[in-house]
Structures are given as C-alpha cells and as structure tokens.
Nanobody, 122 residues
Framework: QLQFVESGGASVQPGESLRLSCIAP????????VGWFRQAPGKAHEGVAC????????HYTPPVKGRFTISRDSAKNTVYLQMNNLKVEDTGVYYC???????????????WGQGTQVTVFA
C-alpha cells in the first residue's frame, strides 16, 4: 500500500519560506501523481498543489499560485513543496497524497498520513 511521509514543517514569520518534503518508502514516486494538501485548524482539507507523473503538468490552487512551487527530485525519490512569501493564512497541517487534478481535489484522497505542521505567526 502506498503510504506517504511528510516533513519540513516549522514555525516561521510572514514573508519567510519553507520547503516541505514528501516521500513514499518503497515506491518510486516518478510513477505516481503527487499532490500537496493542507488542513487549517477547524477547517476541511484543501488542495494546494499537485504534479502528474513525470513532471508532465502541475496545478496550483488560487491561494498559493505564484508563491508555492511543487517539484520532483527523481534521484532522491522525493516531491517538494517550496513555499515562499508565507502568510498567516497558510498555517495548517500539510499532507501529500497520490492524487492530482486540475483543482487539486482533496475529496479524492482516501487516506491521510501524519502530515507536517506549518505555522506562520505575525
């Protein structure tokens, strides 16, 4: 079963940057679409960004477009989420999963990992 492990979360101030990492032990992520999702306190999961297989295309949701970048390092079998110019509203637990679509649909994710906490505080 494909299981994802996220890392890289931290507490930062607005305007700062973070890079999150996503791995799937025992699986080659080149063969899977990978999406990043987040859940703010008291809110439902929402899509952030995703990448289809072999870097064929990427999708971003409006709140993060232009600030976040999803990328894949095949040599390290890792998918990254580079987050620049972070805002307070980016606070939440970030997850990765094997789902990608034009709207980065969180509703298609059937299982969530432990996630990694990102806190942006003023």
């Amino acid at each position: 079963q494909l299981q994802f492990v996220e890392s890289g979360g931290a507490s930062v101030q607005p305007g700062e940057s973070l890079r999150l990492s996503c791995i799937a032990p025992g699986h080659n992520l080149d063969y899977y679409p990978v999406g990043w999702f987040r859940q703010a306190p008291g809110k439902a999961h929402e899509g952030v960004a995703c990448m289809t297989t072999r870097d064929s295309s990427t999708h971003y949701t409006p709140p993060v477009k232009g600030r976040f970048t999803i990328s894949r390092d095949s040599a390290k079998n890792t998918v990254y989420l580079q987050m620049n110019n972070l805002k307070v509203e980016d606070t939440g637990v970030y997850y990765c999963a094997g789902v990608c679509g034009a709207t980065v649909p969180a509703s298609l994710v059937t299982s969530w990992g432990q996630g990694t906490q990102v806190t942006v505080f003023a």
